[in-house]
């Protein structure tokens, strides 16, 4: 194993953390616009992504494995700056950190594009089950005060999504 084939690993996370934030970005207006559609194809183009990104993360946890017990040391936690501290030739050490920059960066950006989406998500949700509590009530409902025993049901029907919050 070569510190290279690990630079080359970590290349490729990080092309795939970019294909992912174009998704996260190409799902906002298609969670504004409500088409289910477009999300489903986007959401299993998204499910094929986290797949090859756990198989590379594999892969970079199995090459820093095999790099650390080379160098006869006990991995402490896994993280890029342990690694890169153990890196001599100073052109992989300065890749290797420029990397790990790369990569917590597009991590932060995509956490914080699915959050914005996740909002949205929420925000139509909300929008949907307001919607259907307001269709779902009896036309014959009354606001105001009607006795019990000449009201046709007795009681006034529940929205469907009736919750405690």
């Known amino acids: ?3 290279q084939e690990l630079i080359d690993t970590l290349e490729q996370q990080s092309g795939l953390y970019r294909e992912l934030l174009e998704l996260a970005a190409a799902k906002t207006p298609v ?3 409500g088409d289910v559609n477009a999300l489903s194809a986007l959401l299993m183009k998204e499910r094929k992504l986290a797949k090859q990104i756990e198989e590379l993360e594999v892969r970079r946890q199995t090459l820093v494995n095999i790099h650390f017990s080379r160098l006869q040391l006990r991995l402490r ?3 890029l700056s342990d690694l890169i501290r153990t890196v001599n030739q100073p052109e992989e050490k300065q890749r290797l950190a420029e990397l790990q920059k790369e990569l917590t960066q597009l991590l932060e950006d995509v956490r914080s594009r699915n959050e914005h ?3 949205l998500t929420k925000q139509s949700l ?3 089950e307001f919607s259907l509590e307001l269709t779902s009530e ?3 409902d009354d606001y105001t005060y009607t006795h019990p025993q000449l009201s046709p ?3 006034a029907k529940a929205g469907m999504f009736d919750r405690k919050g």
Do not use: D, Q, R
Request: glycine share 10%; no cysteine; aromatic share 10%.
């Open 153 to 155: 049901a007795g009681h």
């Open 31 to 33: 969670l504004v616009k």
């Open 1 to 3: 194993m070569t510190i």
């Open 126 to 128: 909300e929008f949907i």
């Open 77 to 79: 936690s896994g993280k």
């Open 117 to 119: 989406n996740l909002a």
């Open 138 to 140: 009896a036309p014959y």
